[in-house]
Nanobody, 117 residues
Framework: QVQLVESGGGLVQPGGSLRLACVAS????????MGWYRQAPGKQRDFVTTITSGGTTNYAGSVKGRFTISRDNAKNTVYLQMNSLKPEDTAVYYC???????????WGQGTQVTVSS
């Protein structure tokens, strides 16, 4: 019902910044809670942040104060601004869309973020 395409990943040095974007297509964007999750090699997929259609946000403690999620409902796009990046942030970052009624999650294909000197 919704397709998600992430962009903006890449290689950055510790302390650097990246801005990820996720463009959604399909069902009405405002029906979904949008979010970002990440998965490092050998580890489970972990919560990073979510944002409701009204702009309410939640962040994992490990990124709070460094990452900022935002959404533009008119453009069907959610962003993740990542500052002060650490090697521990290295992971594949996945955009998510959760149907507020059913609770079903949809996932993008992921974009690689590598933080290394």
């Amino acid at each position: 019902q919704v397709q998600l395409v992430e962009s903006g990943g890449g290689l950055v040095q510790p302390g650097g910044s990246l801005r990820l974007a996720c463009v959604a297509s399909g069902s009405m964007f405002s029906r979904f809670v949008m979010g970002w999750y990440r998965q490092a090699p050998g580890k489970q997929r972990d919560f990073v942040t979510t944002i409701t259609s009204g702009g309410t946000t939640n962040y994992a403690g490990s990124v709070k104060g460094r990452f900022t999620i935002s959404r533009d409902n008119a453009k069907n796009t959610v962003y993740l601004q990542m500052n002060s990046l650490k090697p521990e942030d290295t992971a594949v970052y996945y955009c998510s869309a959760r149907n507020r009624i059913t609770g079903t999650n949809y996932w993008g294909q992921g974009t690689q973020v590598t933080v290394s000197s």
